[in-house]
């Protein structure tokens, strides 16, 4: 039987479980109960907000299987396996919006912008984990 997780590791699994139903609660939103979002000529918000929720639900999702000990593998490949899972999840929504008479619309441009917000938050976060001094905090 596996160890229960002491008191200080339990939370960590919450933050991103709890970031997640935040996004769905976001992104299954029906479109006329959604406020109108400003029109940007660089980049749209749609895709700047994908990104952004993605790349906090990588962050948290790292941080979280990185503290963790069940499993040894995954908290040494925490990166990849929260980059397959961000877009695996992002995938699901696009598929939920699809499916799902609300007004919202199924975009490959979301999907996309979903794995870019999780690397570019993966990127530094791997990166900076590697060296001592600031390992610690991870």
């Known amino acids: 039987m596996p160890p229960v997780p002491t008191p200080a590791r339990r939370p960590y699994v919450a933050l991103p479980l709890l970031w997640a139903a935040?996004?769905?609660?976001?992104?299954?939103?029906?479109?006329?109960d959604m406020p109108d979002t400003p029109a940007w000529t660089l980049l749209s918000f749609d895709t700047a907000a994908h990104a952004a929720v993605f790349g906090v639900?990588?962050?948290?999702a790292w941080f979280s299987l990185r503290r963790q000990r069940r499993w040894p593998l995954l908290a040494q490949q925490a990166a990849l396996a929260v980059l397959v899972g961000c877009v695996?999840?992002?995938?699901?929504?696009?598929i939920l919006?699809?499916?799902?008479?609300?007004g919202r619309h199924a975009e490959w441009s979301d999907l996309i912008s979903d794995g870019i917000g999780a690397l570019v938050a993966l990127v530094p976060i791997t990166f900076l984990a590697r060296y001592r001094p600031l390992a610690a905090w991870v």
Not at 57 to 60: G, I, N, P, Y
Not at 97 to 102: F, G, L, R, T
Request: proline share 4%.
């Open 22 to 32: 935040f996004m769905l609660l976001l992104t299954l939103t029906p479109s006329r």
């Open 57 to 60: 639900m990588a962050a948290l």
């Open 88 to 94: 695996a999840f992002g995938g699901l929504i696009e």
């Open 97 to 102: 919006q699809y499916v799902m008479a609300q």
